[in-house]
């Protein structure tokens, strides 16, 4: 445990760090992966370059220091990126080096305000967050390995089948290799995907989460291509779509992370998403189906058009089979969508359509979608007065807030 003066060193010091955070992580990656360029097999490069990764561990670091006292506080926010890490392969062996990196990253952008009181103060507050860390990614680690058909690290999966959902997302159907049992999971959790690209240099993880119920003999996943976008994510999807074909082997992480429907509860519950945030929409959703067919379930979808609308037949069959109520939002319907009378709603999802047509009182809401999408349904859902513990949603990417 840190003493009395440490902790007031770092919490008095949080606040000037803050105001260089971006600088600061921005310094400790480019000296990382100068010194340690392996690690670019890990991290994402398309977040590296948008500085999004910057900004989420910077606020975390910052977070945990001002909790340093009181670590409890913010497990929940540890849960989530050690589930992450968890997946990624992420070992105790490369806290030092990253936190060797921020320290160095701390003394060239503070300079001078740098003293050794402050340098030291902040290597010790770094080994006591890396140890929080270490320790619950050490359980996740136990525990994805000691499930049944349970594994560590990566294993070969083949693409069984690769099925076009719409225009811009595919399925891709996984079966290990050894052909023996995989893991359950909790619908709303992912997988990591190690790809290597011909022609790369560093592998890339992607985390894309599993569409299908729970149960079966495989996992599967709906990857969106993100075509024209330039960026290494962009290359991932696409790699994915127009390169990887049935028969092909992926490496696959133990599925992970702390967004899942709680099946415990019978009381209804409101699944909304947009676009291809759909996907752990409709993980919950077959679950329900499969194992609580008598609970109230909503499932609002938001998509442009027909031509981008995925799974839909499915959603479908299954919402007519047990008891969920499906409502398509389209925002720009295509001529032949209003031909087919193929959606329900002309525009997007609203706090006046929520407060008319759903369950305020009792649901519970996941939703997930793109972050303007996610910020509208969040001050939507706050607006109506749904309590802060019935609303769970799940960003695409690094953490963002959803605060306006
Ligand atoms: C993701 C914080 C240590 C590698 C993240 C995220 C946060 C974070 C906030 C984003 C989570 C999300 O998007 O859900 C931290 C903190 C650390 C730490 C506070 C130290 C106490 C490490 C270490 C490594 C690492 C030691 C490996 C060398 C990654 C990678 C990602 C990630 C690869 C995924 C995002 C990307 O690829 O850019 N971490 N992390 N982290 N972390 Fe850490």
Redesign the pocket.
Known sequence: MLDQKTIEIIKSTVPVLEVHGEQITTVFYKTMFENHPE?LN???HA??KQG??QR??A???YA?AKYIDNLEAILPVVN??AH??RS?G?LPE??P???KHLLIAIKEVLGDAATDEINNAWAEA?GV??DA?ISVEAEMYDAAANQRGGWDGFRPFIVEKKVEESEVITSFYLKPVDRKVIASFKPGQYISIKLEIEGEEFTH?RQYSLSDAPGKDYYRISVKKEAGMGTPDGKVSNYLHSSVEEGEVLQISAPAGDFFLDTEKDTPVVLISGGVGLTPMVSMLNTVADLQPEKEVTFIHAAQNGKVHALKDEVAATAAKAKVNSVVFYDQPTEEDRQNNSYDVEGYVTKEWLKENVNLEQSDFYFCGPVTFMKAINSALKDLGVKEERIHFE?F???ASLEA
């Open positions: 690690l890990i991290f994402n977040n590296q999004r990764q989420a561990l606020g975390t670091v945990a989530q990126i992450k890490h990624l992420i490369h806290y080096i990253v936190g770094y967050i890396a860390f993880i960003f990417g690094p953490m």
